[in-house]
Structure formats: C-alpha cells, structure tokens
C-alpha cells in the first residue's frame, strides 16, 4: 500500500482557511506555568499527612481547654476552694473512688482529694494553666531575643567579639543557680520567675542562630546581595531567617517544654511558684508519694507535666520537621 499525495487544490478549500498567522504574545512567552505554591499551606499538608500528628494535637487542645477554660467556667478561686472542705475531717486524702462515694459522682472528683480536702482534678487543670503560660511566655521573649541577637552577631565581626565574650562567662554559669538566686532574691512570683527564667535563657539560643547564620551568610546568592548593595539587615530578613524557618520552629519545641520542667523542678525543691502551678502542686504532694492511698495526690500532677510537656515536644518537632522546604517534595 502506498501513500498519496493530496494536492490543495481538490479539496477546494480557501488559503486563508488552510494557512493563517500565529501572533506572538511576548508576554505569554515569559510566563512560566506552574502551580502556585504557597509556603504555610504546604507546611500544613505535610503537617497533616501522618495521621499521628492530628491526633497529637487534639490532644494538645484537649489539655489547653482543661487549662484554660474548665478553670473559668466552674469558677475555681485557689484562694478559696483548696480549703472548701478543711473542716471535715473525712475529706482530706481520699481516694477517687472514696471521693465520688463521699461527694457524689462528679468529674472534679476523678483524681481524688489533696490535703484540706480539695479536689485534685480541679487544682492540676489550675496549675497547668499557670505553668503553660509561665513556658510560653519565657519562650516567646528568649525567642525574640535570642533570633533578632544571633541574627546581627552572625553577620557583624565586632559585635561577634564581644557576644563570643560575654557567652563564655554566662554559659559557664549554671543555669539552674543562676534561676535559684534570682528566685530567693525576689519574691517568688510569676513575673519574677519569668525574669529569672528570661535574663540569660537567650544567650544560648542567639549562639545557636549566631552559628547557622554564618554557615549560611556566604552562599552565593547572599554574597551577590551584598554586591548589589542590599542592607544586611534585609539579607538577614529576607534571605537567612526565612530559610532557617524549620530550625527556629524545631528550637520552639524543645524551649517550651523546658521550662515547663524547670518550674517544676524549682518547686519540687522549694524554690519555685508561690502560686498553686504544677510545680507546687508536686512539692506539696511529696509526703504523700510513699504515704500508701495518698499516691493520686503526687502522680496526677506529675502524670499531667509530663504529658503536657511531651505532647507539645512532639507537636513542635513534627512541625519543624513539616517546615522543611525540602519536605514538601
């Protein structure tokens, strides 16, 4: 079988129909097609793509609603309530099956009764509020510190001397003295621990930042910023800090956790809150640890620190991990 040439002209078609000019759009030629790509919405997919990290942060608002909002809505005053039943001599130290025969069947006597006859339930969601805040809001302040710090000491040489200075004296310090002095000097109050807790805590993190940002700030595309005369301060804005963006996330996940741990710890040797925190709660339970019955009343805070602290750690390292650019693949 053999091909045919057709020729044009049988098939009575007009050239204008056949054979007409393609305009060319300069502009539709620049344009590069692809899908639009946007930072956070990728994070969140990764994010959300194991089936792990959305449970994990149920369980995450789970504990911050009985923080916050279970306080507020059965009205609990730690200046009245841990004493509600101090008269009955029945009340203190019961165990919860004990609690819910005693008071009836009720949520807030789940974990039992502490001392004076309070409920226990109700005094861990009342410290875990003030611990949680106590943790982020040291977090947030080391935070900004310690990246607007690490940032400026990674790129200038001068200041570079100075801070490299004042980090080898202060990172010899121990830090839980440095907090334990600062603590017995001032009143053992919220902000006062904050202070303690603030003062030096963002020294190591402006090292850490100080140490990727020079491993970062000579790459080409920086030094070409430098020689088109663009600011450092817009290098380290737009450039350095946005690509250090799973580093700063992943430093968040373990700093909250931390002093979480450490206003416990403080506590426990009676150095802590003088507010009814997790802490306190645990330092006022010690006795009760090896008092046979009484265990609910030292475990249970313990039990909550430690499942508040893990959860946020797992939330935090899963997300910095999720803010990984070269996840999103």
Known sequence: MTDKLIDLKDLNIPE??????????ELASERITAPRYSYWRSVF???????????VLCLLAVLIIFSYVYPMVIGYDPTVDPY??????????????????????DIKWILGSGEAGKSTFDAIWYGSSISISLALVCAAINMLIGVAVGAVWGFSRKFDIIMTEVYNVVANVPYVLLISVIVLIMSASFWSMVFALTITGWIGIA??????????RDREYNLASRCLGTPITRIATKNILPFMTSVIVTLVATEIPSYISYEVFLSYIGMGL???????????????????????????????????????????QNLGDASDPRTHM
């Open 45 to 55: 997919r990764v994010f959300f793509r194991k089936k792990l990290n959305t449970v």
């Open 16 to 25: 204008e129909e056949l054979f007409s000019p393609a305009e060319q759009d």
């Open 207 to 216: 090292y850490f930042i100080r140490t990727q940002v020079i491993i970062i």
């Open 274 to 316: 003088s507010d009814m925190s997790l802490g306190k709660l645990i330092e006022a339970a010690k006795s009760a640890m090896i008092t046979p019955g009484w265990e609910f009343e030292f475990w249970s805070p313990v039990a909550v620190a430690s499942i508040i602290a893990v959860v946020l750690y797992v939330v935090g």
């Open 84 to 105: 509600i039943n101090l008269f009955d001599k029945n009340a203190p130290h019961l165990k919860p099956d004990e609690a819910i025969d005693k008071f009836g069947f």
